[in-house]
């Protein structure tokens, strides 16, 4: 079974929209992290933010915002004012603390922003 | 700090050749892991190690062999290339899955002809 699923395959918005990426996961452990990378045209894997699982608050840097919902188990990502430079794949990830040795990745969610 | 490194960043390979992707961290990092990534199917998990001396396998380990002689080397050994391994593979760090996010390498493209 997918432990993190991103539903959405392909985004396309226009410049200045908003959008959300969604992030389900799937854990039976109390204490876990869950994360999210960026991937843009170049290739390499940048990491944008953490969450334990303890922590549920929100949380905002910038233009970006992640909302963090335990009771639904989900971890969405919402870019506000989309620019070009925010085209990429993003990723959605989960470790567990307790019971196992792995990190698990969604599929990712390609994103195009258009001009 | 160098972070995560990966050598080579470009391989051609010929189908049944064998080759080591290298892969090096200098954070002290216990946690090191192989992945690969093909279209729309994200990152897989190849093989991963908790320390120096302990490896397994991760979701798609056939054909890929690794070893960790030192906590800071991580190589990945083709034994025998196949099209099927034509890929783009990350090696990445971490302290832990319980200890927070992991660090990518830039990534080593191959193309097995």
């Known amino acids: 079974a997918q432990k993190v699923t991103q539903a959405q395959t392909e985004i396309s918005v226009v410049e200045k929209e908003d959008v959300t990426l969604d992030c389900v996961y799937e854990t039976r452990d109390t204490t876990y992290y869950l994360f999210w990378y960026k991937q843009p045209p170049s290739g390499e894997l940048v990491f944008l933010i953490r969450?334990?699982?303890?922590?549920?608050q929100n949380e905002i840097s910038g233009r970006y915002s992640w909302n963090f919902q335990k009771s639904t188990s989900s971890f969405n990502f919402t870019i506000t004012a989309s620019q070009v430079v925010d085209s990429a794949v993003y990723f959605c990830?989960?470790?567990?603390?307790?019971?196992?040795?792995?990190?698990?990745f969604g599929t990712g969610t390609s994103l195009t922003v258009i001009p | 700090n160098a972070g995560v490194t990966q050598t080579p960043k470009f391989q051609v390979l010929k189908t049944g050749q064998s080759m080591t992707l290298q892969c090096a961290q200098d954070m002290n990092h216990e946690y090191m892991s192989w992945y690969r990534q093909d279209p729309g199917m994200g990152l897989r998990l190849i093989h991963y190690?908790?320390?120096?001396?302990?490896?397994d396998q991760g979701e798609v380990p056939n054909g890929y062999n690794v070893s960790r002689s030192t906590t800071e080397d991580f190589p990945l050994r083709l034994l025998s290339a196949a099209p099927s391994q034509t890929s783009v593979y990350f090696c990445a760090s971490s302290y832990g899955p319980g200890f927070g996010e992991q660090y990518f390498g830039p990534g080593t493209r191959l193309t097995v002809t």
């Open positions: 990830a989960l470790s567990e603390a307790q019971s196992g040795n792995q990190f698990y």
């Open positions: 969450r334990n699982s303890f922590d549920e």
């Open positions: 190690s908790v320390g120096a001396g302990i490896t």
